[in-house]
């Protein structure tokens, strides 16, 4: 997972922050879209490291 995934990722997750908000918090180095676009990617990563887990602990 890239750094800007897991910034965004930890700003929306555990502070229900939104992509616009994240931007500017990052410093403006970055746009909104591609905020949503690292969270995109992030929750996709988090699915495959963490899906099959899920069904282990049934």
């Known amino acids: ?3 800007l995934q897991l910034r965004a990722f930890v700003l929306t997750e ?3 922050m939104k992509a616009p908000f994240i931007a500017k918090a990052l ?3 970055v ?3 591609s905020v949503r ?3 995109r990617h992030a929750r996709r990563k ?3 490291l963490f ?3 899920a069904g ?3």
Do not use: V
């Open 14 to 16: 555990a502070y229900g």
């Open 37 to 39: 676009d690292a969270l």
């Open 56 to 58: 282990d602990l049934d």
């Open 31 to 33: 746009t909104a879209a």
């Open 51 to 53: 899906g099959g887990l």
């Open 46 to 48: 988090r699915g495959q």
């Open 27 to 29: 410093g403006g180095t």
């Open 1 to 3: 997972m890239s750094e």
